[in-house]
């Protein structure tokens, strides 16, 4: 079992322990989601992301997915939808293609 699955475990049960701290006191539980239809369109968008990155390559499918999920989610403005794209996809290339030399897939339509 490798750091981050007991990451990942230790804080599952941590949150399983806050929101059973949260019962016991009687408080009343809060709505997963407002909003059922975004939440389901988020997840369609996060299914064709996946499906999108093997056609057409991980950076060109994060970059049109960040902005649609963000959308979807309710923030509107192009310019910080703009910015946080390059952030992320810059953040990402940074660390993990130039700083690790880790190649993400490239896309089926590119490798012709």
Do not use: H
């Not at 019962?23 to 064709?48: D, H, N, Q």
């Not at 950076?59 to 959308?71: E, H, K, N, Q, R």
Request: proline share 4%; hydrophobic share 55%.
């Amino acid at each position: 079992m490798s750091q981050a699955d007991i990451g990942l475990i230790g804080l599952a049960v941590f949150l399983l322990a806050m929101d059973q701290r949260k019962a016991s006191t009687g408080e009343a539980p809060t709505a997963m989601t407002k909003s059922p239809k975004r939440v389901a369109g988020a997840f369609l968008l996060i299914l064709g992301y996946a499906l999108s990155t093997d056609f057409i390559g991980f950076y060109v499918s994060t970059a049109i997915t960040i902005p649609l999920v963000a959308f979807a989610f309710g923030y509107r403005n192009p310019l910080g939808l703009a910015i946080a794209t390059v952030i992320v996809v810059g953040t990402i290339w940074a660390i993990f293609d130039f700083g690790m030399s880790q190649d993400f897939p490239a896309g089926r339509l590119w490798e012709r």
